[in-house]
């Protein structure tokens, strides 16, 4: 299984919203990401947890909150977004560290109004 | 600081043509990475280069590593329409395994 789960697939939310985005992999990897997207650009990094712990804070505004509850689980806690926020958020997973094969999910297409 | 440039940064070929995309880093990487994302998808993992000149090949799709491990090509030999897509290469940031670099990508269009 080389699947990354991401729910919800869609999401709309106005500025005042909180919501919260979800990834999931069962394949043992032990560095999970987040990643945001803008149309015809390259995925830009936001987050990377490694071994549950968070090793990269890409300088992401306190409005977007990542949590890894557990190996398996990561999610992105989000709040009182702008609408230049709205993009493809990605989760990606990789066995150990960036420099492995990084797997992604089908991402979360986020509107905010 | 590192940078990974990719060029052209668009390529429209009529089916059956040849494609080429070249990655250059200005530092020397460890490994590169070579992703394709579909129109409306996501990226998904093409092959990784570890070697100096190394050459790996799938299929119509031949990858490449310079033998100063700063550039990268990726050749597609008579291209066909489920080609379309955007091709990116991705190399760890020197200072952090933790992270990766991706380059602005290559969107190819096939013209069937």
């Known amino acids: 299984d080389t699947e990354v789960t991401q729910t919800p697939k869609h999401l709309v939310m106005g500025m005042t919203n909180k919501k919260s985005l979800k990834c999931e992999q069962h394949?043992?990897?032990?560095?999970m990401y987040w990643y945001k997207q803008k149309a015809k650009k390259p995925p830009e990094l936001m987050f990377v947890y490694s071994y549950e712990k968070l090793s990269i804070n890409e300088s992401v505004p306190s409005r977007f909150s990542p949590e890894c509850p557990n190996s398996s689980l990561l999610n992105l806690h989000l709040h009182a977004l702008q609408p230049e926020d709205s993009a493809l958020y990605l989760c990606a997973s990789s066995l150990r560290g960036a420099g492995d094969i990084q797997y992604f999910g089908a991402g979360t297409r986020l509107s905010v109004l | 600081g590192q940078q990974v440039m990719q060029i052209p940064q668009y390529q429209h070929v009529q089916e059956g043509e040849d494609f080429t995309t070249y990655c250059n880093s200005s530092?020397?990487?460890?490994?590169i990475q070579w992703y394709k994302q579909r129109p409306g998808g996501h990226p998904v993992f093409l092959i990784q280069?570890?070697?100096?000149?190394e050459v790996k090949k799938q299929k119509r799709l031949t990858f490449q590593f310079g033998e100063a491990k700063k550039n990268s090509s990726l050749h597609i030999t008579a291209t066909q329409t489920t080609d379309v897509g955007t091709y990116f290469c991705a190399a760890p940031w020197e200072t952090s395994y933790d992270k990766v670099i991706f380059g602005p990508g290559t969107s190819l269009s096939v013209i069937p």
């Open positions: 394949m043992g990897h032990r560095a």
């Open positions: 280069l570890v070697k100096s000149g």
């Open positions: 530092t020397t990487l460890s490994n």
